[in-house]
């Protein structure tokens, strides 16, 4: 892990990679993707460039906010990973979630919410903003359900830096925009909510490259796979509902000395199955098979039986 600091002369800088207790404590930016040429790369700060580009005004924003709380160091995933470098892209994919787990301040920087014409002290008037953050197209992106869920502390920013409020203060409009229990933006283990609910949150979000819907959602459920770019979204989801299923599996098993029936606790993932392949018990089968063998024909033909699914 790679982090920026603040030079003195105002410039940024990479530190070198960084790992388990030499990583010190550090803010971290949550924020949609403008277009590639806008965003500053890992490339642009090796050599010194970037400065021009729209993207810079994120890093100045974040620096700004990481110093107010007493941070020196910072990241950001336009310009801290090198992705020409595949297996540093392939690490930070399934490091992505503990990152923003371990971040001292999470900050989310809405570039379609526009503050106040005058500058305020303290969180903005909800009345004023709102209906922007209700339509804010961070909230339509794959990526950014984990970077809401896994930081203990996530404060939202509109456009020109005004403060408009953190997950806790603004729950209940967070939980009506995206359906995520209160629970869960309030910290509690995601394990203690189904499969499938997990699903749900991200059923509508999109992600440019249609195999990142399924890499963002590794540290959802805690489970790792190697990025595979131009396997397609539906291999990708294939893979990493297999590791859901192992995961499952070696629960239940643990579970049935306690009474508990395979079945019963397999039967989250067979519902997030016939969400994402809801053609029929033929698409199932051949679903099942693909599972690993621990989903089996016949559990799930009575499964789609019960839901009076042809």
Known sequence: MRLLERGPNGGYYLTKDLIGS?????????????????EVTFQDLMKGTGEDKAGYEKIRFCADQ???????????????????????????????????HDAARCYVFLTDV??????????????????????????????????????????FFAQDGTLLG?????????????????????????AHFETEERFKWAETRQTTREEDWAYSLLGIFGVFISPIYGEGKENAVRRLTNEISEKLRSRGESSHQHGM???????????LVQWYFPD??????????MVKGCLRYTVCRRFLLSRNVD
């Not at 029929?280 to 098979?289: E, K, Q, T, V």
């Open 280 to 289: 029929g018990i033929g698409r199932m089968a051949r679903m099942a098979r």
């Open 261 to 271: 029936s395979l079945t019963q606790t397999i039967l989250p993932l067979l519902t």
């Open 114 to 155: 526009s503050g106040p014409s005058c500058k305020l002290s303290g969180p903005l008037p909800s009345q004023t903003w709102e209906s922007a953050f209700r339509a804010s197209r961070w909230f339509t992106r794959g990526w950014t359900l984990q970077e809401l869920l896994a930081p203990k502390s996530v404060q």
């Open 66 to 100: 990481a110093q107010r709380h007493g941070l020196l160091y910072f990241w950001i995933d336009t310009c801290c990973i090198n992705k020409e470098n595949n297996t540093e892209l392939a690490e930070a994919i399934n490091s992505m979630f503990r990152w923003y």
């Open 166 to 190: 953190d997950k806790i203060s603004l729950q209940q409009q967070i939980h009506e925009i995206t359906g995520i229990a209160i629970p869960a933006l309030c910290g509690d283990s995601l």
């Open 22 to 38: 030499s990583i010190p404590a550090y803010a971290i930016l949550s924020h949609t993707w403008g277009p590639d040429p806008e």
